[in-house]
């Protein structure tokens, strides 16, 4: 979608369905907010106290969450925490930090002992040519996709010494 600026100050969104004014938009919020009863404004008023008092354990409650897992993605983070903010904003708030980095927690696959069998069975299998005669000529074309992408690690488990998170 293309953004236009229109003559009398107000930001559009060129498109069939959404359109957002800046000045309709406050105005709108608070032409709602003058509609609402008194005790579904003292409701939202308490709402905003009581989310004003978490602020200060916001943090800790971060680093709680990713102490217990540092694999957890910023939007699981955020919904840990309430959605007091958002993923991005968590993410910006640890990449701000010197330290911050992330690492691959574990590039082994982790494969029983009996799957570890059936992998070595299978590769002298292979290497044996399927049990042919060892004169018999082979043309033997193996192309398979799942060789090369079967383990893929991805290195998304978090650290960051500034806050408390260590490298397990």
Not at 49 to 62: F, G, H, K, M, S
């Amino acid at each position: 979608m293309l953004l236009r600026e229109e003559d009398d100050d107000t930001l559009a969104y060129d498109g069939p369905t959404r359109v957002a004014r800046r000045k309709d938009y406050r105005a709108c919020a608070v032409a709602s907010w003058d509609m609402l009863c008194t005790a579904e404004k003292a409701q939202w008023e308490c709402y905003s106290r009581t989310q004003l008092q978490t602020q200060p354990n916001i943090r800790d409650r971060i680093i709680e969450v990713l102490k217990n897992n540092p694999k957890t993605p910023y939007r699981e983070v955020a919904n840990a925490i309430g959605n007091w903010c958002s993923a991005s904003t968590i993410e910006r708030w640890m990449k701000s930090f010197p330290s911050y980095s992330t690492y691959l927690e574990r590039p082994l696959p982790m494969l029983t002992r009996s799957q570890m069998a059936k992998h070595v069975t299978f590769a002298k299998h292979f290497l044996n040519k399927w049990g042919l005669p060892a004169n018999q000529k082979v043309f033997l074309i193996h192309y398979d996709e799942k060789w090369f992408y079967g383990m893929v690690p991805r290195a998304n488990a978090k650290k960051c010494e500034e806050v408390g998170l260590e490298r397990k």
